[in-house]
């Protein structure tokens, strides 16, 4: 008898929530990314609800906005993802443990060496978000004047992914023999040198690390622009892709899975997870006014410079109740940028409009109560829009707990979400093979990806 196909769930925490009013929220945790406490009980109910993974979004700078807006942004402190996660890992047993980490801005033998790490203290519950960072302010943190052209940077970070996986592979998964007797560590024989030489890179090798528990540390991708998809295709295990809606969500999961079946790719290899923000009421009404509400939090000082980050272009000197103006090629994410112009056109938004939007959070969102959002889940698995979603809470712990204690048992009495974890490690729990060593044979390592 075939099985019913399950719900993936991720869970976007940092910012704990992406929404900028949410630190204002009644009950809310103002200092919530900066608060060890809290993130722990955070990550243990998510593990309580059975979360695929807690996901650790990074940025390389301060971001890039004026500081009026600036000074009302929950963003501005929060822990670097490794130390955290690393920390984490201790207080929980089977949650995924997902960060952020640049090929734009990064060596390779540094990822190489925080994630095989992070897999062995977290006992195979690593996963590499690969991004290749659009904010111009972190290439002045870097010795750069400027940041690298988009498709410039995709072309470098598949370079980087071939670096990074072939360090994971330095060593065979047996070749630490601790043979006391004869007082031999490792076989040299299962030791192999990279000696990369490539466009953008130059690494010798090996890693000086054993092979990841899990092979590799599972392959996360969250661009949607061309290059994005096609890097995704390429390399991704899971896709934190945006899709505004289930049509938009349809087309993106063809889209990747084509791309990956012409390559050779197995397209159940690949998760496709957008972000959906989600508010819980015990009504749809309650639901709405706890959104409007929300949204009613952000200052316009934060939604246009919200807006301006989104478009890679300055906005705030054309009249804030006129249309959005024509906006020029710019060097920042195309995704964002296409999704936010978009958004503009559909509904004939002026740039105030759009600020509080973008300012608050104009993506994906599921609300109602616990029914309505598990109809509009399952509705996504079983079209094809999604495997699985990024969930962004709306405010913590309140929404956090919502989802838990609410939604999650109404997804598991349906029978499209499990009642306890596969395995051990992350990709036990998300369906993915172990990939095989490249340039060693060995049992515990089945076939290739």
Do not use: C
């Not at 598991?412 to 979400?417: K, L, M, T, V, W």
């Not at 369906?431 to 515990?444: D, I, Q, W, Y």
């Amino acid at each position: 008898m075939s099985r019913t196909k399950q719900l993936k769930l991720g869970a976007f925490m940092r910012p704990v929530s992406i929404h900028t009013g949410a630190w204002r929220y009644p009950g809310a945790i103002p200092d919530a990314n900066f608060n060890f406490p809290a993130l722990k009980k955070f990550i243990q109910k998510l593990e309580q609800g059975k979360f695929d993974a807690f996901f650790m979004a990074d940025h390389l700078a301060v971001l890039n906005m004026p500081v009026n807006a600036l000074k009302r942004s929950h963003t501005v402190t929060s822990f670097e993802p490794f130390t955290l996660l690393s920390a984490l890992s201790t207080v929980t047993e089977n949650i995924g443990l997902v960060a952020t980490a640049s090929t734009t801005y990064d060596a390779p033998y540094h990822i190489a060496r925080r994630f095989a790490s992070l897999d062995h203290i977290s006992g195979g519950r690593a996963g590499w978000n690969i991004v290749t960072t659009a904010n111009p302010d972190a290439a002045l943190n870097f010795n750069l004047e400027e940041e690298i052209e988009h498709d410039e940077r995709y072309r470098r970070a598949r370079e980087f992914y071939d670096v990074v996986t072939g360090l994971w592979d330095s060593f065979a998964d047996d070749a630490f023999v601790r043979d006391v007797e004869a007082g031999i560590y490792f076989d040299p024989d299962k030791l192999h040198v990279l000696n990369h030489k490539g466009k953008y890179l130059s690494v010798r090798g090996p890693l000086n690390i054993a092979r990841p528990v899990q092979g590799w540390p599972l392959i996360v991708q969250a661009g949607a622009s061309e290059a994005g998809r096609q890097l995704a295709a390429e390399t991704a295990e899971a896709v934190f892709a945006p899709a505004g809606n289930l049509e938009a969500g349809k087309a993106l999961f063809a889209d990747i899975k084509g791309r990956a079946r012409a390559i050779g790719r197995d397209p159940d290899s690949i998760k496709i997870l957008p972000g959906a923000l989600v508010v819980v009421g015990e009504t749809v009404a309650e639901a709405q006014a706890k959104r409007v509400y929300l949204d009613s939090l952000v200052h316009y000082d934060s939604g246009i410079a919200s807006l301006n980050s989104a478009l890679g272009y300055d906005v705030s000197g054309f009249d804030p109740d006129g249309p959005l103006p024509e906006i020029p090629p710019t060097n920042a994410g195309h995704s964002s940028r296409e999704r936010v112009i978009a958004l503009a056109q559909r509904e004939n938004l002026t740039i105030r409009q759009l600020a509080q939007r973008v300012g608050s959070y104009s993506g994906l969102a599921f609300v109602g109560t616990p029914q309505t959002i598990a109809d509009e889940m399952e509705q996504w698995l079983k079209e094809e829009g999604s495997d699985g979603f990024n969930i962004m809470f709306p405010y913590l712990p309140e929404g956090l707990n919502d989802f838990v204690d609410k939604v999650i048992p109404e997804l598991q009495s349906r029978g499209i979400f499990r009642t306890e974890y596969e395995g051990t490690t992350l990709r036990e729990n998300l369906g993915l093979p172990r990939p095989a060593n490249r340039f060693f044979e060995s049992e515990r390592s089945p076939a290739v990806i």
